[in-house]
């Protein structure tokens, strides 16, 4: 009976990850060739800006930003606000494609709220970042190692 019960728990469980993932989006950036106007779904048609990227509860669960390799954000800060991930299903920022890790640098300026940090998380949680270069550089966006 109780092999029964985990049984029946454990095809529930898989049942629900896998509904999980199947809504899960990947959302992409190219500043070099990329439309605010685009979809940003596909790397065919990526949006152009961070600050077009971070609009407020756009991100779920399980989704991913990628933001082209050999791009550089200058001047622009990336808000990821209202997301609710969790470390089972985070929300993932990284780099996509060939080539040296995308620059974000909010160049010295501050952002929204005031707040310096080129990537700013508000009220959000289960956020995973990595595969970026993030600096705040006044005068320069130039990648430092």
Same mark, same amino acid.
């Given at each position: ?21 199947a809504r899960a ?19 065919? #048609?990526?949006?152009?800006?961070? #600050?077009?990227?971070?609009?407020a509860g756009r991100?779920? /669960? ?26 089972? /299903?985070?929300?993932?920022?990284? /780099? ?13 300026? /501050? ?13 959000? #949680? ?12 006044a005068g320069s ?5």
């Amino acid at each position: 009976m109780l092999g029964a019960v985990l049984k029946k728990m454990s095809i529930a469980v898989v049942v629900c990850l896998l509904f999980a993932d199947a809504r899960a989006t990947d959302f992409y950036v190219d500043a070099d060739t990329g439309d605010d106007l685009n979809e940003g779904t596909s790397p065919d #048609s990526p949006w152009r800006t961070l #600050s077009n990227a971070g609009a407020a509860g756009r991100f779920s /669960a399980g989704d991913r930003l990628l933001i082209k390799s050999g791009t550089e954000y200058a001047g622009q800060q990336l808000v990821i606000a209202g997301c609710r991930a969790t470390p089972e /299903a985070p929300f993932t920022v990284t /780099a996509y494609g060939p080539g040296p890790k995308p620059v974000l640098n909010l160049a010295g300026a /501050a952002g929204a709220d005031g707040c310096l940090a080129t990537v700013y998380l508000k009220n959000s #949680s289960g956020i995973e970042i990595r595969g970026l270069e993030i600096q705040n550089r006044a005068g320069s966006s130039e990648a430092t190692s």
